[in-house]
């Protein structure tokens, strides 16, 4: 509507060009509504309604988010979800600097250790979580094994419900590589004359780190926490692979990805399933929106 | 007593460059033996799994749960990657996937080009709050619209096909039209400028000039398609009911849940043939995978 009205006022050459520019963008215009706007809508209306699937939706006012603070099994995932996000995350962001500053030493043999590194963030996840399966076995596999070579007994890992989580946390170091590529990208962007500066003003490595490089980078650590933060809220295929969707043992890998899953597709219940999915969404944004506060302090934006 | 003194201060001049010129090599040979100490054993904890992985694949049954466990098999069974084929569905899995991830590439390099075009090269009133738009629906989690999308393609008719996998790739993925976007602003404007003098009109610019020239963009979208459309587990897991259906992601899973771990060695050697193809495709594409993923992190 807004289009129709501001074009009265364009003049004849905007109103081409706004056409033209239309018709191109045309493709995502029709998957965006198709395909994001309404069934947002949708999920907005079904999450307050009682829906088994093969009925028609029945508005229930806030019914179904009042149940879900009292339904035990949704704050295990809640509970579970942020136990892994909040280790997931951080360790990711850490051990993919310190990989790409690694590498931004002048290595040699660059494309080795790239590959190295890389290839394991573009292994399909069902074949990563099919080997961590294996590597996870306390009496076979391969995990426990390092371990007793340092004398160390392992535990159960993923047949444990205290050490299910970080069997999980160590499995998604494996994928760190996607990150290590762009922080090494904004490593090798960082001007030369910056850190040279710091040397000559006497300031060590770790100084020179503190106050130039991570500084210069921090617009792709916020990307990097932000899109890793979306991604751990939504954890989903690992789990669902290793525990047969199930989120065992003792609901300890139930993820709120995996609830809402079971809960549309094992038990029907989309109207519930879509609050959830709700809740989910509004952690995310919340959190989005508390990366950006917080980071406009922190972040340093060069001159552009 | 007697050495002249223009004789000493060279000497000990010299002795003090020598002191330097040592104990630089010395912390650098400290600095490279820390940071190759480093890579070495970071890297370890990389490739183990590939190992794992490999050595897992070419196991008798027998071998699997041994401790200490068995590096290298004996004898070293090829035939796992023969049961394949053989106990499960592998080669239909291989198919079927490519059937869902060729159409994809092709329609996600087709409809994120033009896409793109229209928010780099066309100037048009209200774009960049448009563009605002694209970009936030890259915090839109999948989980928030999958269930009215599934409610949608059921029905359709389209549940148990692999339209709900492909038809997405066929309108724009933000991600990809914001990566096809920086690489269009930083083709020179001359060129467009040059065609519409001609008489060119943008569909012509678009597909005479500016694809041409997008070719390294386009083969980084290209690519990042095949590979998500690969490895995707979740669609495949809501929308294909049919066993005969399924694509290699869900067709291994399938093996593991439904033969478990006495048969895990041929599953593994399924896993090893599943990636190889992505294996593949990075050593032959690995400069455009590392240009791609590092435009995604820059400018952000």
């Given at each position: 509507?807004?289009?129709?009205?501001?074009?009265?006022?364009?003049s004849?050459?905007?109103?081409?060009?706004?056409?033209?520019?239309?018709?191109?963008?045309?493709?995502?215009?029709?998957?965006?509504?198709?395909?994001?706007l309404?069934?947002?809508?949708?999920?907005?209306?079904?999450?307050?309604?009682?829906?088994?699937?093969?009925?028609?939706?029945?508005?229930?006012?806030?019914?179904?988010?009042?149940?879900?603070?009292?339904?035990?099994?949704?704050?295990?995932?809640?509970?579970?979800?942020?136990?892994?996000?909040?280790?997931?995350?951080?360790?990711?962001?850490?051990?993919?600097?310190?990989?790409?500053?690694?590498?931004?030493?002048?290595?040699?043999?660059?494309?080795?250790?790239?590959?190295?590194?890389?290839?394991?963030?573009?292994?399909?996840?069902?074949?990563?979580?099919?080997?961590?399966?294996?590597?996870?076995?306390?009496?076979?596999?391969?995990?426990?094994?390092?371990?007793?070579?340092?004398?160390i007994?392992?535990?159960?890992?993923?047949?444990?419900?205290?050490?299910?989580?970080?069997?999980?946390?160590?499995?998604?170091?494996?994928?760190?590589?996607?990150?290590?590529?762009?922080?090494?990208?904004?490593?090798?962007?960082?001007?030369?004359?910056?850190v040279?500066?710091?040397?000559?003003?006497?300031?060590?490595?770790?100084?020179?780190?503190?106050?130039?490089?991570?500084?210069?980078?921090?617009?792709?650590?916020?990307?990097?926490?932000?899109?890793?933060?979306?991604?751990?809220?939504?954890?989903?295929?690992?789990?669902?692979?290793?525990?047969?969707?199930?989120g065992?043992?003792?609901?300890?890998?139930?993820?709120?990805?995996i609830?809402l899953?079971?809960?549309?597709?094992?038990?029907?219940?989309?109207?519930?399933?879509s609050?959830?999915?709700?809740?989910?969404?509004?952690?995310?944004?919340?959190?989005?929106?508390?990366?950006?506060?917080?980071?406009?302090?922190?972040?340093?934006?060069?001159?552009? | 007593?007697?050495?002249?003194s223009?004789?000493?201060?060279?000497?000990?001049?010299?002795?003090?460059?020598?002191?330097?010129?040592?104990?630089?090599?010395?912390?650098?040979?400290?600095?490279?033996?820390?940071?190759?100490?480093?890579?070495?054993?970071?890297?370890?904890?990389?490739i183990?799994?590939?190992?794992?992985?490999?050595?897992?694949?070419?196991?008798?049954?027998?071998?699997?749960?041994?401790?200490?466990?068995?590096?290298?098999?004996?004898?070293?069974?090829?035939?796992?990657?023969?049961?394949?084929?053989?106990?499960?569905?592998?080669?239909?899995?291989?198919?079927?996937?490519?059937?869902v991830?060729?159409?994809?590439?092709?329609?996600?390099?087709?409809?994120?080009?033009?896409?793109?075009?229209?928010?780099?090269?066309?100037?048009?009133?209200g774009?960049?709050?448009?563009?605002?738009?694209?970009?936030?629906?890259?915090?839109?989690?999948?989980?928030?619209?999958f269930?009215?999308?599934?409610?949608?393609f059921?029905?359709?008719?389209?549940?148990?096909?692999y339209?709900?996998?492909?038809?997405?790739?066929?309108?724009?993925?933000?991600?990809?039209?914001?990566?096809?976007?920086?690489?269009?602003?930083?083709?020179?404007?001359?060129?467009?400028?040059?065609?519409?003098?001609?008489?060119?009109?943008?569909?012509?610019?678009?597909?005479?000039?500016?694809?041409?020239?997008?070719?390294?963009?386009?083969?980084?979208?290209?690519?990042?398609?095949?590979?998500?459309?690969?490895?995707?587990?979740?669609?495949?897991?809501?929308?294909?009911?049919?066993?005969?259906?399924?694509?290699?992601?869900?067709?291994?899973?399938?093996?593991?849940?439904?033969?478990?771990?006495?048969?895990?060695?041929?599953?593994?050697?399924?896993?090893?043939?599943?990636?190889?193809?992505?294996?593949?495709?990075?050593?032959?594409?690995?400069?455009?995978?590392?240009e791609?993923?590092?435009?995604?992190?820059?400018?952000?």
């Open positions: 509507m807004t289009v129709i009205q501001r074009s009265r006022r364009l004849r050459e905007e109103r081409h060009s706004l056409r033209i520019g239309l018709l191109f963008i045309s493709p995502w215009v029709i998957g965006f509504l198709a395909f994001r309404i069934p947002f809508i949708m999920s907005f209306y079904y999450s307050f309604t009682f829906y088994p699937v093969l009925e028609t939706p029945k508005w229930i006012g806030l019914d179904n988010f009042v149940q879900l603070f009292k339904d035990p099994r949704f704050l295990t995932s809640l509970y579970n979800t942020a136990y892994y996000s909040f280790f997931a995350v951080p360790l990711a962001t850490f051990a993919g600097i310190l990989l790409a500053m690694l590498l931004n030493m002048k290595v040699r043999g660059m494309s080795i250790w790239r590959t190295i590194f890389y290839l394991p963030s573009i292994t399909p996840v069902v074949a990563t979580s099919l080997v961590w399966l294996w590597m996870f076995n306390p009496r076979a596999g391969v995990i426990n094994f390092v371990l007793s070579l340092v004398g007994r392992g535990p159960g890992w993923l047949g444990s419900p205290v050490w299910a989580k970080p069997a999980l946390i160590l499995m998604s170091l494996w994928g760190v590589g996607g990150a290590v590529v762009i922080y090494l990208a904004a490593l090798q962007d960082v001007p030369r004359e910056l040279e500066a710091a040397q000559l003003d006497g300031a060590n490595v770790p100084r020179q780190i503190w106050h130039v490089t991570l500084p210069m980078i921090s617009p792709v650590i916020l990307f990097n926490v932000i899109t890793g933060l979306i991604g751990a809220f939504q954890f989903f295929t690992e789990v669902h692979v290793m525990t047969g969707g199930s065992s043992p003792a609901d300890s890998t139930m993820m709120m990805s609830y899953w079971q809960t549309a597709f094992r038990f029907f219940k989309m109207g519930y399933a609050a959830q999915a709700w809740v989910l969404f509004v952690i995310i944004v919340i959190f989005t929106v508390i990366m950006f506060r917080v980071s406009g302090k922190l972040v340093y934006y060069g001159g552009k | 007593m007697s050495t002249p223009a004789y000493v201060v060279p000497a000990s001049e010299g002795s003090l460059r020598h002191q330097h010129s040592l104990r630089f090599r010395a912390t650098a040979a400290l600095s490279a033996l820390l940071k190759y100490g480093a890579l070495v054993l970071l890297s370890g904890f990389f183990l799994p590939w190992v794992w992985m490999l050595s897992t694949s070419l196991k008798n049954p027998n071998e699997l749960a041994i401790w200490p466990p068995i590096w290298i098999p004996n004898p070293i069974r090829w035939d796992n990657y023969i049961s394949a084929f053989k106990q499960a569905l592998f080669a239909t899995y291989v198919l079927n996937t490519l059937i991830a060729l159409p994809s590439v092709i329609g996600a390099v087709l409809s994120n080009t033009l896409v793109a075009y229209g928010f780099a090269r066309v100037r048009w009133p774009r960049d709050a448009v563009f605002a738009v694209v970009l936030a629906t890259m915090i839109l989690p999948g989980f928030v619209t269930i009215p999308l599934y409610i949608i059921s029905r359709i008719g389209w549940v148990n096909t339209l709900p996998l492909v038809a997405p790739a066929w309108l724009g993925n933000a991600f990809y039209i914001f990566l096809l976007r920086q690489f269009f602003m930083g083709l020179p404007q001359e060129l467009s400028d040059a065609a519409r003098v001609d008489g060119a009109s943008d569909l012509g610019i678009f597909w005479r000039i500016i694809l041409p020239l997008a070719k390294p963009a386009i083969a980084v979208v290209a690519l990042f398609q095949f590979i998500s459309s690969w490895n995707d587990y979740f669609g495949p897991l809501i929308y294909l009911s049919d066993k005969a259906r399924y694509t290699i992601s869900l067709g291994i899973a399938n093996m593991q849940s439904t033969y478990g771990f006495m048969n895990f060695a041929w599953i593994m050697a399924a896993t090893v043939m599943s990636v190889l193809p992505i294996v593949i495709l990075f050593f032959f594409a690995q400069r455009t995978f590392i791609g993923i590092a435009l995604t992190g820059l400018k952000g």
